[in-house]
């Protein structure tokens, strides 16, 4: 179908852009006189411009939005219609209505985008024909029909959808009368999109004039398209990593220099921070002071496990100690900070205590306090855990604009204590484990060339929502004996190695022995952060092949181009759903620290974890 009004072959054959929908003014003139033709005139009692309170004429209004029809492609808009439906499925988390306008309008544009490219094509090789004037009006309203029944159709199943989603992670169902506002919001982000293409093509357009002096008419489209496409995409990422990230760095830096309310300096020698510490309160950081003053003490310990206790080590390195250092950001930074926190281990005598965690933090310097606690609670005290803040950014940013640096801190972090650990006679060494979350997993992982080095190299491993981008993550689940799913894989019979969303998956019965030393993959089927992936824009991922995790909605299916976006956005609120759910890990990470460390103490487990669940806000 071309596009209405009534448009001349002329156009049909001159188009060379796949994006050029606009109406020439040939057109134009012959559908205002095919008009005229079939008009009535209009009678002695016919309003005149001037009467009905000055509303103009019907026949003039229906000029009006016929004209500003033409300006877009039909097919496209077809296509978009499609899109549309398929934004509101269903996805890993419940979204506001806000975040599902912006999937909605960005999913619009590319469904209306493929149509006009696929209209493109097909007058590229002619074959389009020219539709009489009859069956353009009869398409075109038998678009609007079908856009009167699918917009608010969909309107309705998309909330309902949502409130099934809320059911699965735990969450009361909302009002679904907000979701009005995704129709209104979802048109914003598309228009916006769509004149963002515009541009981009007006842009290619003179590029095209330019070069097309010198080369042939394909290969001058070819390059035109593809160097304004690069172009773009480096003002992006130059926008993102020198303009949006420096600005985000400097405030970042000052609310870092903020601390929590009810966070106090400690007084125990045994945390960082504290008058003996090698490391100033102020130079800790936001995250870092709460880290070092939280977490559970001495007699905390002693009345929740029935058992004498000791006063629990926790050292940290904050990245503002090292700002004074003249270090560029990179690697001297990362080990002025590793070698701060090898100095508090020495000075707090930790590698006499029984168990030694390092742990790679996210952005800026954040540990899971759950998975900190859980363990200090099992050791009875008799544990060290060693940490270091390396960028002021939150992990957002971080996520988008500096995967670098994670990555050296988790190794330079790992190396330091390794190299000061394996100093120490073998028999009077504590126990070496590593633990992150999120950016803190990507980050510590690095460390390791491999699942091989990693057991040959440490006493146990807990991995806690792992990013999709992750390279081992993603050659351990490659790698998983055949049949077993992606979102909880069995790499070879899960001898050492073992994926888990919840406790219970540790020990199925199809597996055989746990041996030591064990590490565990922590990541729930719901969470966006572990399922994220650019392969989503045009590739079918395993884990939606596979049966559907028991929080995700079982009619949730795989769309090019749109289950991105909705994952994308997922990503936004991830955490603010209830433990156990998306990427909020909580205190069941003490029943995971209770098998890695093979106690077995299922009732001491217990009694942690209902203190850590009464503590959780």
């Not at 999109?193 to 981009?200: A, E, F, I, N, P």
């Not at 597996?511 to 824009?537: A, C, F, K, M, N």
């Not at 884990?543 to 028991?550: A, K, M, S, T, V």
């Not at 991830?574 to 069941?588: F, K, L, M």
Request: hydrophobic share 40%.
């Amino acid at each position: 179908m071309n596009e209405f009004p009534e448009q001349s072959s002329t156009r049909a054959s001159s188009g060379d852009d796949p994006t050029d929908v606009d109406v020439n003014k040939r057109a134009s003139t012959d559908a205002e006189a095919a008009d005229r033709e079939h008009a009535v005139e209009p009678s002695d009692d016919s309003p005149s411009p001037g009467q009905a309170g000055g509303e103009e004429p019907q026949k003039e209004r229906f000029h009006r939005i016929r004209g500003w029809l033409s300006k877009f492609e039909p097919v496209g808009l077809v296509v978009g219609l499609v899109f549309y439906a398929w934004s509101m499925s269903p996805s890993l988390l419940p979204r506001q209505w806000n975040l599902q306008a912006v999937a909605t309008g960005i999913s619009v544009a590319i469904g209306y985008g493929i149509g006009v490219l696929f209209v493109w094509i097909f007058r590229k090789c002619g074959l389009t024909r020219e539709w009489s004037p009859q069956w353009k009006r009869i398409g075109w309203y038998g678009m609007a029909l079908a856009a009167l029944i699918v917009l608010p159709l969909f309107i309705f199943l998309g909330s309902w959808w949502q409130d099934i989603t809320r059911e699965l992670v735990g969450i009361e169902p909302g009002s679904n009368w907000d979701y009005i506002g995704v129709f209104f919001v979802g048109l914003v982000v598309f228009f916006v999109c769509l004149y963002l293409g515009r541009g981009l093509r007006a842009l290619a357009h003179l590029f095209n004039r330019l070069v097309g002096r010198f080369l042939p008419g394909p290969v001058a489209i070819g390059i035109s398209v593809a160097v304004v496409a690069v172009v773009f995409l480096l003002a992006v990422d130059g926008l993102v990593t020198t303009g949006v990230t420096r600005i985000a760095n400097g405030s970042a830096k000052v609310a870092d220099e903020g601390t929590a309310d009810g966070v106090v300096q400690p007084t125990e020698p045994e945390r960082s921070g504290s008058p003996e510490s090698l490391e100033t309160w102020d130079s800790l950081g936001r995250e870092g002071r709460t880290f070092v003053d939280g977490g559970p003490r001495q007699q905390q310990i002693a009345e929740v496990t029935g058992q004498p206790a000791q006063a629990p080590i926790r050292v940290y390195a904050g990245r503002a100690s090292v700002d004074d250092s003249g270090f560029e950001e990179g690697q001297a930074t990362v080990n002025a900070l590793a070698e701060g926190v090898v100095a508090e281990l020495d000075r707090t005598d930790a590698f006499s205590r029984e168990y030694l965690a390092v742990v790679t933090t996210t952005g800026r310097g954040w540990v899971n306090q759950d998975v900190a606690s859980s363990l200090e609670y099992l050791a009875g005290g008799n544990s060290a855990i060693a940490a270091m803040q390396y960028s002021f950014l939150p992990s957002p940013l971080a996520f988008i604009a500096d995967r670098e640096t994670p990555r050296l801190a988790g190794r330079a972090l790992f190396e330091a204590v390794y190299e000061r650990w394996s100093s120490f006679p073998e028999n009077d060494r504590p126990k070496l484990l590593v633990f992150g979350e999120s950016l803190g997993s990507y980050g510590g992982q690095d460390a390791f060339s491999g699942a091989q080095d990693m057991l040959a190299r440490t006493d146990g491993a807990l991995f806690v929502g792992t990013p999709n981008f992750t390279e081992q993550w993603r050659q351990i689940t490659d790698s998983r004996d055949p049949g077993s799913p992606e979102i909880q894989p069995v790499i070879y019979g899960g001898q050492n190695v073992r994926f888990a969303s919840s406790p219970d998956d540790l020990n199925p019965p199809q597996l055989g022995p746990w041996e030591t030393p064990r590490i565990v993959y922590w990541q729930h089927p719901s969470d966006p952060i572990v399922w994220w992936s650019p392969d989503l824009l045009l590739h079918k991922p395993d884990w939606l092949e596979e049966p559907r995790g028991d929080d995700v909605d079982k009619g949730m299916t795989w769309i090019p181009f749109v289950t991105f976006w909705q994952v994308t956005l997922d990503q936004v609120f991830s955490t603010d759903v209830p433990n156990g759910h998306g990427h909020s890990y909580g205190p069941e990470a003490v029943y995971f620290w209770n098998q890695i460390l093979d106690l077995n103490d299922q009732e001491l487990s217990d009694r942690i974890f209902e203190a850590g669940d009464q503590a959780s806000p």
